[in-house]
């Protein structure tokens, strides 16, 4: 079965950094889109970046363009989302997706509701 386990959260200080972790398994990696997304009560899901694991094609949401960088370490099949310059506006439950990259449209790459599998979470806490 497909599993998506995230980790890597924790609490930061304003323009600090955190290296988030989604360990994946159970399915073709190459074949499949993967992205970060978060989540606050009361507001919509917010996708921050995705990635062709396949041709390694990034996207990113304006709010995260130039802090997070979306990657994959083939060695650990393991999604990772560097975050730098971190703000509090960015404090979330950080969630782990995956879509097969032939069901999602890439215009809408950082929708949520095209993702099949999701992770649990990770708490990223940004403190001024």
């Known amino acids: 079965a497909v599993q998506l386990v995230e980790s890597g959260g924790g609490s930061v200080q304003t323009g600090g950094s955190l290296t988030l972790s989604c360990a994946a398994s159970?399915?073709?990696?190459?074949?499949?889109?993967m992205a970060w997304f978060r989540e606050v009560p009361g507001k919509e899901r917010e996708g921050v970046a995705a990635?062709?694991?396949?041709?390694?094609?990034?996207f990113y949401d304006d709010s995260v363009k130039g802090r997070f960088t979306i990657s994959r370490d083939s060695a650990e099949n393991t999604l990772r989302l560097q975050m730098n310059s971190l703000k509090p506006e960015d404090t979330a439950t950080y969630v782990c997706?995956?879509?097969?990259?032939?069901?999602?449209?890439?215009?809408?790459?950082?929708?949520?509701?095209?993702?099949?599998?999701w992770g649990l979470g990770t708490q990223v806490t940004v403190s001024s």
């Open positions: 159970g399915f073709p990696y190459d074949r499949y889109v």
């Open positions: 990635l062709y694991l396949g041709s390694g094609h990034t």
């Open positions: 997706a995956a879509v097969h990259y032939s069901d999602i449209q890439p215009a809408s790459i950082l929708r949520p509701r095209q993702y099949t599998y």
